[in-house]
Antibody
């Protein structure tokens, strides 16, 4: 069955870097784009961007240009979200989600806590 | 960028009632719209894609409609498991913006 399994919760300090993984199984990884979605505590969903898993080309929403980076390890069917120079406002749950015209499979979410 | 305005923001309803949630796009999105349900502490789940198509395994009491800039999600005969938050999302050019969400609560 198709699954997206994300890495576990993270506790980081402001200014640090975090890298979240999303391991796909049950389908051909390079046939579907991978998206990243942010959900701040008590808030709605915010699309961060997506990465073309065939070419490796990332596309970032405007609010996520600069400190955010999407990457792949195609041989391991894994997508990564890296956030550099963490700020308090990065504290949220981050989801990976498969798709391009709708998101049909989602990871379980990775909770990031940023606290000094 | 296309903005998605979802209403209402919250709704308090009883089991068995019918509910309609609406999403208005700031420009024509040509039915490139999906609806998701999210329960507390869980990942969102796809309900409807391409405005009117029910995702696999979604009960037939859910239905999507609309065109142009106006879209709706209707839930007939609400069940207890339907309570949670609902989001629309457009796919007509990036960024693929979500609506602000509708929180459906038990009356």
């Amino acid at each position: 069955q198709i699954q997206l399994v994300q890495s576990g919760p993270e506790l980081k300090k402001p200014g640090e870097t975090v890298k979240i993984s999303c391991k796909a199984s049950g389908y051909t990884f390079t046939n579907y784009g991978m998206n990243w979605v942010k959900q701040a505590p008590g808030k709605g969903l915010k699309w961060m961007g997506w990465i073309n898993t065939y070419t490796g080309e990332p596309t970032y929403a405007d609010d996520f240009k600069g400190r955010f980076a999407f990457s792949l390890e195609t041989s391991a069917s894994t997508a990564y979200l890296q956030i550099n120079n963490l700020k308090n406002e990065d504290m949220a749950t981050y989801f990976c989600a498969r798709g391009g015209n709708y998101f049909d499979y989602w990871g379980q979410g990775t909770t990031l806590t940023v606290s000094s | 960028d296309i903005q998605m305005t979802q209403s209402p923001a919250s709704l308090s309803v009883s089991v068995g009632e019918t509910v309609t949630i609406t999403c208005r796009a700031s420009e024509n999105i040509y039915s490139n719209l999906a609806w998701y349900q999210q329960k507390q502490g869980k990942s969102p789940q796809l309900l409807v894609y391409a405005a009117t198509n029910l995702a696999d395994g979604v009960p037939s009491r859910f239905s999507g409609s609309g065109s142009g800039t106006q879209y709706s999600l209707k839930i007939n005969s609400l069940q207890s498991e339907d309570f949670g938050s609902y989001y629309c999302q457009h796919f007509w050019g990036t960024p693929w913006t979500f609506g602000g969400g509708t929180k459906l609560e038990i009356k």
